[in-house]
């Protein structure tokens, strides 16, 4: 349990620190520290477990289908990560306390910090690949977030844009390593894959696999030449730089590459890879981060520099190296945390952090200069600081690898300059900003020390710094071991933490790079002007560019598929469609399943002959728009006789009393709309469209075709079962509407009552003037209500409402029910607007149709909820037998109610709908006021 | 039977999509209504084409899959729905944009009083 909690408590934290933002900036701060305490004291337990070599897993199942679980893992690796970013974490909130100006929104910052935090711990305790890569996912787009805290920054923006698209794309990359990992393995476990590794390494995809997860990796560890972001993600408030981009978040790449190390490693792929791409980010950070006139860019170069040189550490293979690049991390946390906070010290004291004008600070603040000095002599490898220890055993490994001739003196050279790069910048950060003179036109004059406590957190880290510096093997030596133990797979080498192994070459090494980096400073005006010449290859300019480039190419690919037209995309829309039908229709083409073709009667024969043809006429005549819709009334009349050809009553019934209601419903769109349609189609756009249609009209032949042949079993048999004994109707399919499928019903009267409602709320004071005649110049004919109509529709309305409520009754036995009940008196009411005009019928009817959804819905919920009350499942049924005085032996449905709101949600939605529209016209009011009265 | 049930099916969705290609909001609204058509015979043709076996019981000896028939009635209805929501778009469309142009700009390429003269031209 303890482990999750450790993840799991930095995210509750973020939740709760913005509640504590009421009570003032220190509130927060202590609120936010909590969660580290807290995970701290549960990481403690487990010590006993991991110093004998062993592993705490916690396992809670997620997706096991997908290889998927919440399982957590402990072992000496992740505990020293778990600590540095738990430790790093505390100081880093109370260095953050006195960084951030009170107007600043704290909430948010310390709420973003616990998020990291949390994620970050994610990354290095999970036991699942695949929730390590959530956790990595998380940890870029909160990192994203944090360097872009200051959001009025537009640097701040880019810089953030830039962390997040590498970052990003670099996730996308070890997403993938990891599905072919998981692959290659079968499973997704931690501890599964590192056991795994022979056969990882034998495996065809292994190269890929490896180039996958060191693109994820090199991106989020800044490894050339991906470095480019970090110094640009420098834009971020110092607290965070020093925290995420320095010494935990970009760490997570070394860390993967030693969690993974035992999986992976060991191979020439991984050796070249590694090794040269360390190598290439060890020499040009640290050459670059000489030349940096920002304080925080010489170390964002440098902690790129120190990235290459760990990355470089894991590259080269030997187990040695792999305890140094362990060793190494942890220095390079503490020396380099130390030195950003140092450096968010004097930007806050200077306001500046321009190490032109940054001169002889030593003057004014001895004690923040003493310690960033301290930790700068770490960072450069001077004796009795731990710097010195790690980069003691890297030159020492750089001699022992066995590259073939002349190659074997790349790494030492390579080694030693880097080395003399790392002392001469260390120099300048020392001697520039708190010698060199006096400052120069600092914003803030004259620069004094910061308050007490901003300066705790460096002397922390400090005193660590010399801590492992003098005393390697009482204050780290356990936890190293411990971690080396398992990025080894427990296979440690015999290897010794003391300050000095006697006289040998890395002792020289070191020499040659102390003395050669204090001479390259006193030498460094040659080296500027020299670099001066150089023509500096900008990766940020490069990323603008292809960023730029891809913007450009989505834009005109958007405008070209995307032009605004919707037409196009219903071509489109239809073409994909055929496309993707097209190969399993070719492969079978013209298919009769062995049912075989039944022979055609003549009634039928002519009833389809005549829907074919008015089908083809209407699109024929589409322009003559009238006519065009009486042959689509005609249509729809025939697939209501087709519904009663094939033994199918109430759909019969229903396509009729639909039938008339669109037909009505597009007479009154006609009345306002133009009555032609111009002809603007070029002829072989017309063509093309034809043929689009003949393809998906052949189509859906012959698939219809194909299915009507074929023998079928449904799952109806039940339905046809059960609906007397179970549902108390014979009409098995208003049964099925109400009963079996009743909660389907139920959110289909909903779409309806939400499309009725949409309707009027689109035309609700839209006023439309409709043209003063038809298109071919003729006025509307004056009697705008005849009196024979008016004469007919009104008794019909009484009868109308009596056969309505004659199938509404007898539905659950006989074809009808709600749907064609509500239809028919939909039918019967719009008869008395078309024959008596608005204001007439208005007048007489005395609800408003909003108010008959609305209760056409609460009936059939409280029909559905009733069954609750009983202690039955939602929508469950009830029937009974009353007898009536007249009519005899009746059934009673608790169904009826359920089919009563359906009836009214079919009334209120249709009427509603048509009656919005002939609102539309301003005339129609006054109009029907007259005529209708 | 089947093949020519196919053939009006097919018929309806060829009318349908090349209604629904055209320019304006009229046609566009046909085309969908004929294509509803269609695919609401093609649903309910999954329940096989029978003669004289309507799913009540107790009125023939075997019975017509009545599963289809339900899906296809709410079918209508909401096919219903959506037509008349449509239609009520391009009236809006009509009022806001002064054209019945499917692509919903103010400038279309004819605008309707346009094409009355055109027509009162002829």
Redesign the interface.
Known sequence: MSLPLVVLLPFLGAIAAPLFAQGGRTAIAIASSVPALIALAALFPHWSVLSAGGTVLHIYEWLPVLGLSFSFRLDGLALLFALLILVIGLLVIIYSHYYLKASENVAKFYSLLLCFKGSMLGIVLSGNLLLMLIFWELTSLTSFLLISFWTHKQDARRGARMALAITGGGGLALLGGILLIGNIVGSFELDDVLAAGDQIKAHALYPVALTLVLLGAFTKSAQFPFHFWLPHAMQAPTPISAYLHSATMVKAGIFLMARLYPALAGTEQWFYMVSFTGMATLLLGAYIAMFKHDLKGLLAYSTVSHLGLITLLLGMGTQLAAVAAIFHVINHATFKASLFMAAGIIDHETGTRDMRRINGLWRYMPHTATLAMVAASSMAGVPLLNGFLSKEMFFAESLQLNLPGLWAWVPPIVATLAGIFAVAYSARFVHDVFFNGKPVDLPKFPPHEPPRYMKFPVEILVFACIMVGVFPTVSVGPLLYSAASATLGGDVPDYQLAILHGFNLPLLMSFLAFFGGLLMYTQRQRFFDFHAQLKEVDGKAVFEFVVSKIEDMARSFTGWLEN????RY??LL?VSVIAVTIMPLAEHGFFIGENG????DWP??IA?SV??IA??A??LW??E?FY??VL?SV??LI?AL??A???????AM??LS?EV??IV??ML??Y???S???M??SRSRRIR??L???A??????????A???QP?S???EF??EN??PGGGG????NV??VDF?GF??LG?IT??AI??L??YA??KN???TP?PGD???HAWTRDHYPLMLRQIARPMLPLALMVSAYIFLRGH???GGG?IAG?ITSVALILQYIASGMVWTEDRIPFRYHNVIGLGLLFATIAGAGSLAFGYPFLTTTFGYITWPVVGKFEVASALVFDLGVYLA?IG??LL??V??GR?SPHSAIKSKMEGA | MELLFAIAIGALTTSGVYLLLRARTFPVVMGLTLLSYGVNLFLFASGRLATGQQPVIGTTASYSDPLPQALVLTAIVIGFAMTAFLVVLSLRNLADNENDHVDGRREATTSPSKIEQEVSSK
């Open positions: 605004g037209s919707l037409q219903a071509m239809v073709l039944s022979p055609v039928t024969g389809a829907l074919i089908a083809l209407t699109a589409h322009r728009r065009a819709l689509l249509v729809g697939v087709a519904f050809r094939f033994s199918a009553p109430d759909l229903t396509q639909v209601v669109t419903l597009l769109a006609l306002y709309m133009p032609w349609t111009p603007e189609s469209d034809v689009i249609a003949l998906a009209g052949a189509g859906m032949t012959l698939i219809t075709l299915m009507l042949t079928f449904s799952i109806s339905f046809l609906s007397k014979t009409n098995v399919v099925i509407l499928r389907d019903t289909e779409v309806l499309a009725a949409g309707i689109m035309l839209t006023a439309l043209p298109g071919l110049g036995n006989l074809p749907f239809l079919v939605a249709t709908a048509l919005s529209i539309l």
